[in-house]
């Protein structure tokens, strides 16, 4: 079949619809700024995502979010105001002394699963999903991204938030050259893979309130009810994350030896009459940040405007790819 060509134009091109996308994607377009965003999902979000499962609903990337800067708590009371999201809890017990949570930053949830956030920063911008861009490259002072379904979008000014080593490999199928510098900088930056299972279980599950575990050290770091956490009201899954050594150790392996090896990790805390019907498996190359670019956006030298932004700049997690969206944002506004 011929790939049909069409040409987009816009001020600036934002490659990626996670949040750190959106956020630049809308500071921009507040600022009357004529904005297009693509993305190769068909659906916005990135590494936040809730999925229809088993007859119910389970959040499958991002768990919660919290708010350390005063920045970023001014969109979380926003969105806390508009009854998006919920504090879900102050912190969560390790699983290994029954302890109750310690106190911390409070942990927000999205009321009806987390993709109800990305969902909600999208509304108002022009988003192109299901796109792949093979290649971005440098054109009349400006930049050309091009999709493998034929769509060329040109821009002024261009944002890239996907994980940096996606980032990078379009500009260099594009021939595009950064400064040794830049370069540098952002082929230190690393992640660490992930994987998710969500256990569709019939029975009681025994967690602490509010009916989640966080223990980083042990194998399966995360085990969270979403049930309890208000996602999934009529169906029990169980939400299990793998640490980023025990994702590698089994990140080639088959789908049944691996829900063999996670089904013996959940099983202490299920009531003995309790079965797991199902066990389904998401796997995340770029779950974790583990080597931080030191600012929140890097503007590349020698080059029409150019930032990148993500996760991996100078905080991870949802708080961290959000402002380094805004400062993306930022930083490109005085070019155009």
């Not at 979380?76 to 390790?94: H, Q, R």
């Not at 949830?109 to 290649?135: C, F, Y």
């Not at 054109?139 to 990078?168: D, F």
């Not at 279980?201 to 050290?217: C, S, T």
């Amino acid at each position: 079949m011929d790939k049909t060509t069409s040409k987009i134009y816009c001020e600036v091109l934002v490659i990626g619809a996670g949040i750190a996308g959106l956020m630049a994607g809308r500071h921009l377009h507040a600022r009357h700024k004529t904005v297009t965003l693509v993305d190769c999902e068909e659906r916005v979000g990135g590494r936040i995502l809730t999925e229809h499962i088993g007859g119910g609903w389970a959040d499958t990337g991002a768990q919660f979010f919290t708010a350390r800067e005063p920045a970023f708590q001014a969109f979380v009371d926003a969105w806390l105001a508009e009854g998006l999201i919920f504090p879900w809890s102050s912190g969560w017990s390790d699983g290994s002394t029954g302890e109750p949570a310690k106190e911390s930053f409070p942990r927000y949830a999205a009321k009806s699963g987390m993709t109800a956030l990305p969902r909600h920063l999208a509304q108002d911008l022009n988003i192109h999903k299901a796109v792949t861009i093979e290649h971005v490259a440098i054109e009349n002072e400006g930049w050309t991204a091009v999709a493998r379904s034929g769509e060329i979008y040109q821009s002024r000014a261009l944002i890239l938030t996907s994980p940096v080593p996606q980032s990078l490999a379009l500009l260099a199928a594009g021939d595009v050259l950064l400064a040794d510098a830049d370069q540098a900088a952002l082929q230190k930056i690393a992640y660490a893979p992930g994987i998710t299972a969500v256990c569709h279980v019939k029975g009681q599950v025994n967690l602490p309130e509010p009916g989640a575990i966080q223990r980083p050290d042990y194998r399966i770091s995360w085990i969270a009810d979403n049930q309890r956490k208000g996602v999934s009201p009529r169906v029990t899954l169980i939400t299990l994350q793998t640490n980023p050594d025990y994702s590698r150790l089994w990140w080639l392996s088959p789908d049944q030896e691996l829900q063999g090896a996670l089904r013996r990790e959940l099983q202490p805390y299920l009531d003995p009459k309790a079965t797991i019907e199902e066990i389904y498996l998401h796997r995340w190359p770029y779950a974790l940040p583990t080597t931080l670019h030191p600012e929140r956006t890097l503007m590349a030298a020698n080059l029409p405007p150019l930032a990148f932004a993500g996760d991996a700049f100078h905080g991870p997690r949802i708080e961290g790819a959000a402002l380094s969206g805004l400062a993306a944002a930022e930083a490109i506004l005085p070019h155009l």
